[in-house]
């Protein structure tokens, strides 16, 4: 939980979560036994919510928004790359 904002004490603590990799990867490592449960693709969406600044600009840049993370594990480099290329 986050508590404070530099100096200043918040009024609501915020829960903050790791990045997506931090629960994904360990995950992978179970699910993933023999070259056959490969490739995994997942796609996952997240809402995300920035704190960095006070007044967002509207159509510019908002406060909460809707992210969309990909996540693959290949048995080689050229399935890899035929992914993302």
Same mark, same amino acid.
């Given at each position: 939980w986050v508590t404070k904002s530099g100096e200043s004490d918040l009024e609501v603590p915020l829960a903050i979560r790791p990045t997506s990799e931090t629960v994904m990867y360990p995950v992978f490592a179970k699910w993933i036994r023999s070259h056959r449960d490969l490739p995994l693709k997942l796609n996952q969406?997240?809402?995300?919510? #920035?704190?960095?600044?006070?007044?967002?600009?509207?159509?510019?840049?908002? #406060?909460e928004f809707l992210w969309q993370e990909g996540h693959t594990a290949h048995a080689n480099k050229k399935s890899a790359d035929d992914e993302v290329i």
């Amino acid at each position: 939980w986050v508590t404070k904002s530099g100096e200043s004490d918040l009024e609501v603590p915020l829960a903050i979560r790791p990045t997506s990799e931090t629960v994904m990867y360990p995950v992978f490592a179970k699910w993933i036994r023999s070259h056959r449960d490969l490739p995994l693709k997942l796609n996952q969406w997240c809402n995300v919510v #920035r704190w960095e600044f006070k007044h967002p600009t509207p159509f510019i840049r908002t #406060r909460e928004f809707l992210w969309q993370e990909g996540h693959t594990a290949h048995a080689n480099k050229k399935s890899a790359d035929d992914e993302v290329i």
